[in-house]
């Protein structure tokens, strides 16, 4: 393989510093995600523009034989400073670490980076992140493929399911279920939030009250379908409180 210099433009969505003082980085960019070493990094200037959620242009150099593209340069392009706020910083965080799970480099999506990049906007500036981060979570899922069942009943298909499903975060019918029916706002949301537009469902908040089953069911559905998003107990309060008997 030749080497190569190339320039992208994207968001950190994670950022690792290892013992060496080197800056391990995954960039969400609207040709797919890229990863890459700030060598060094923690001790240059780089450090403070490779931030997490930063969106930063990047010079990046991919040597003969190391597979890993090595930062070069970094210009700062854009930052969302609320994003440091506690309850929102939680959000954000959740949202980056599902969007390196859900997408993989060399796919290439603008899509993907267009929805991301809304959504951390959102968790920045909107009056209710907690919201965003829901609506926005099942947006990003579902753009990855991965669409929650709602027409028929995940065990026996039966249709038109309204039981929690506390393995796979999908719907049971009330034959399978052992947890009563979701409310009827709540069950329109899974129903529809896939389809309805971001605009729709941001304008159609749900009472706190009835989020942590909803919280409950996209950690099954994405544990089951996607594997482990690491930080999601610590970071997502109201699930965190939810899952404790
Ligand atoms: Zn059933």
């Not at 969302?80 to 949202?95: D, I, K, N, V």
């Not at 279920?177 to 529809?192: C, Q």
């Not at 089951?224 to 699930?239: F, T, Y």
Request: charged share 20%.
């Amino acid at each position: 393989m030749r080497s190569r210099t190339a320039n992208r433009s994207g968001v950190v969505i994670r950022r690792r510093v290892t013992p060496a003082g080197d800056i391990l980085l995954s960039l969400l960019t609207p040709q797919g995600k890229l990863k890459a070493v700030a060598r060094g990094g923690v001790r240059g200037p780089l450090a403070s523009r490779l931030n997490l959620f930063h969106h930063v242009h990047v010079q990046v150099y991919q040597g003969p034989h190391n597979d890993l593209a090595s930062v070069q340069q970094a210009v700062l392009e854009g930052a969302l400073p609320t994003l440091a706020q506690p309850e929102r910083y939680a959000f954000a965080h959740l949202m980056a670490e599902f969007a390196d799970a859900l997408f993989q480099e060399g796919e290439f999506s603008e899509q993907a980076f267009d929805l991301f990049a809304g959504a951390l906007r959102g968790v920045a500036h909107q009056p209710d992140p907690e919201w965003v981060a829901l609506v926005m979570s099942y947006k990003l899922l579902a753009l990855a493929g991965f669409v929650p069942q709602t027409a028929h009943c995940a065990r026996c298909r039966a249709p038109e399911p309204a039981h929690p499903d506390p393995l796979g975060g999908q719907l049971l019918c009330r034959d399978c279920a052992a947890l009563p029916a979701y409310p009827p706002d709540s069950l329109d949301f899974l129903r529809g939030v896939v389809r309805r537009t971001v605009r729709a469902s941001m304008d159609a908040p749900l009472p706190a009250a009835q989020r942590p089953a909803l919280w409950r069911a996209l950690e099954r559905f994405v544990t089951v379908q996607i594997g482990n998003v690491q930080s999601w107990r610590q970071l997502v309060p109201h699930a965190q409180a939810a899952a404790t008997p």
